[in-house]
């Protein structure tokens, strides 16, 4: 199986970045698109940004566009998220996620995604 351990979380102001970072272990990694979804208190899960195994295609909530980067280090079995120009709207647990693909697609669906890491927390101060 795959197991996801995020970091990087944490406490910034507003206007503030912050990089996420994914680890993988077990499967090979390059076998996987990969996801991040995040979760604020009293909300459901949403979607924030994927990327394709090959890392080639990159997709995001409208939310985050401009603001956050995706990008992926398949040597380094790891994913990342750039997070700038923080908005307290951004304030969640932000969960990485893997999807099993056997062609060169991703998912903007959480069901979608078969393994999930643990969750980090974001919080950004006004």
């Known amino acids: 199986q795959v197991q996801l351990v995020e970091s990087g979380g944490g406490l910034v102001q507003a206007g503030g970045s912050l990089r996420l970072s994914c680890a993988a272990s077990?499967?090979?990694?390059?076998?996987?698109?990969m996801g991040w979804f995040r979760q604020a208190p009293g909300k459901e899960r949403e979607f924030v940004a994927a990327?394709?195994?090959?890392?080639?295609?990159?997709y995001y909530a409208d939310s985050v566009k401009g603001r956050f980067t995706i990008s992926r280090d398949n040597a380094k079995n790891t994913v990342y998220l750039q997070m700038n120009s923080l908005k307290p709207e951004d304030t969640a647990v932000y969960y990485c996620?893997?999807?099993?693909?056997?062609?060169?697609?991703?998912?903007?669906?959480?069901?979608?995604?078969?393994?999930w890491g643990q969750g980090t927390q974001v919080t950004v101060s006004s």
């Open positions: 996620a893997a999807k099993y693909s056997l062609y060169d697609t991703a998912s903007y669906y959480a069901r979608g995604y078969d393994y």
């Open positions: 990327i394709r195994r090959s890392g080639g295609s990159t």
């Open positions: 077990g499967r090979t990694f390059s076998n996987y698109a």
